[in-house]
């Protein structure tokens, strides 16, 4: 189906018989109003409806905060469970050396497969061309950060020049429309991975030219000892790719360092954070119109990691988003099986509350305005239509413990099939 606002029916009501708006207590016998692709109004309904959907469960379309569609080509994690990062990442690098990846497929497969499970807006981390993306047709729409390497003093001035060129040819290359993208913006990659220079330098750019960012931070405890010591398997896999300095990281460097530099951005989000301390969740927490943490439990538990931090990063006022990370970590890109997973994880968190994480709290990481990931006026109408059998049930019980729920996904208003609409 297309993307741009003009193929958009004008005005169309929608009945159901429990509306999620997110930021609004739960509507029975519900009935949204959807005028050129946005929500006109929401309430009770009191009309013959123009598409009666029954007995759903309808909420915002999912934001998944946090995607690297290269890789969902894959059938199973890379590497195995719990083992260690750095040699998890030698797998990775090997993956993207094998002479018959199909990017450009799978990079399809992975959007395909999001709309799929709901998911109607995603923060990519790309490491191929934009028009790898945007020539997909699958209308998800998508904030491509790409991904900037340059570790070594020699050569991060050159990794800056591409990565600004890349996001360059990105934003040119957008599609029109206003339900069809998200702001671009690049990913200095991680700590082992990017001079600290070069994460100045794209902070600067991102706050003058209102860019957003992502990297990956605090996300093993080889990174840490990486940082404090400069020892450890991340010294031996940069010593193997000939990418060490001694000069590039000062003793003593904490994850903190780095997020001061993210806070000068315009808007950044922090992949993953598992590993940051107490004083550092409340610098995020402080500066939370700025910073955003993406968590991705599955992928997290995959590596066995200590216990995730939700509670206290909830407790300080973070944001948190929620995000599937990759098929090389992750079995799927399911966001529901995401937030049942992390609701098993977390029984002292409110399954509204993973809800919205998943929703309006992933799209404010993901983009300032608040337009999508939640069912208001002036909203971008993307939703998600679940079955719901259940009598005793609460709606969002039912996305919780229902067993498996068939979907109906709706971007703008209009329903997506599988294999085009």
């Keep these: 189906m297309s993307e741009s606002p003009q193929s958009v029916r004008r005005s169309r009501v929608f009945r159901a018989r429990w509306v999620v708006p997110i930021v609004g207590p739960v509507i029975e016998n519900a009935a949204i109003c959807v005028e050129e692709g946005r929500v006109a109004s929401l309430g009770v309904c009191r009309q013959t409806p123009d598409v009666d959907l029954g007995d759903v469960v309808v909420t915002p379309g999912f934001v998944n905060a946090n995607t690297h569609w290269e890789f969902s080509d894959l059938e199973r994690p890379l590497g195995r469970p719990e083992q260690r990062f750095p040699d998890w990442i030698r797998t990775v690098i090997a993956e993207r050396k094998r002479g018959d990846r199909e990017v450009a497929e799978a990079v399809g497969g992975g959007r395909n497969e999001s709309l799929r499970c709901g998911v109607t807006a995603a923060g990519e981390i790309a490491t191929a061309p934009a028009g790898v993306y945007r020539r997909d047709p699958t209308p998800i729409a998508a904030a491509l950060f790409h991904e900037v390497i340059g570790f070594s003093t020699a050569r991060f001035e050159s990794a800056l020049a591409h990565g600004l060129e890349r996001l360059q040819s990105s934003t040119t290359s957008a599609c029109s429309g206003a339900f069809a993208t998200l702001p671009d913006g690049v990913s200095p990659h991680a700590p082992y991975t990017v001079h600290p220079q070069l994460v100045q330098r794209l902070a600067e750019a991102s706050r003058n ?194 067993g498996e729920l068939s979907r109906r996904v709706f971007v703008a208003g209009e329903e997506w099939l599988p294999g085009g609409s």
Aim: hydrophobic share 45%.
């Design 209 to 402: 030219d209102q860019f957003p960012v992502a990297m990956h931070l605090a996300e093993s405890l080889e990174e840490l000892e990486l940082l404090h010591s400069g020892r450890g398997p991340f010294r031996d896999l940069l010593e193997e790719r000939g990418m060490w300095g001694d000069e590039v990281i000062a003793p003593g460097t904490r994850p903190l360092d780095y997020l001061k530099q993210l806070a000068t951005c315009w808007q950044a989000l922090v992949v993953h954070g598992n590993y940051l301390t107490s004083n550092e969740i409340d610098y995020v927490a402080a500066h939370r119109d700025r910073l955003s943490v993406a968590y991705c439990p599955r992928t997290h538990a995959y590596f066995g990691h200590t216990r995730y931090p939700l509670e206290r990063m909830l407790a300080s006022g973070v944001r948190v988003a929620l995000g599937t990370d990759s098929r090389a970590s992750n079995p799927d890109l399911d966001l529901v099986a995401e937030m049942r997973f992390a609701a098993a994880r977390h029984p002292e968190v409110e399954p509204a509350l993973l809800l919205r994480m998943a929703t309006a709290d992933a799209a404010d990481a993901l983009e300032r305005g608040g337009r999508r990931g939640r069912l208001a006026v002036g909203c971008v109408a993307d939703m998600v239509a679940f079955e719901y059998d259940a009598v005793t049930m609460s709606p969002i019980d039912a996305i919780f413990e229902g």
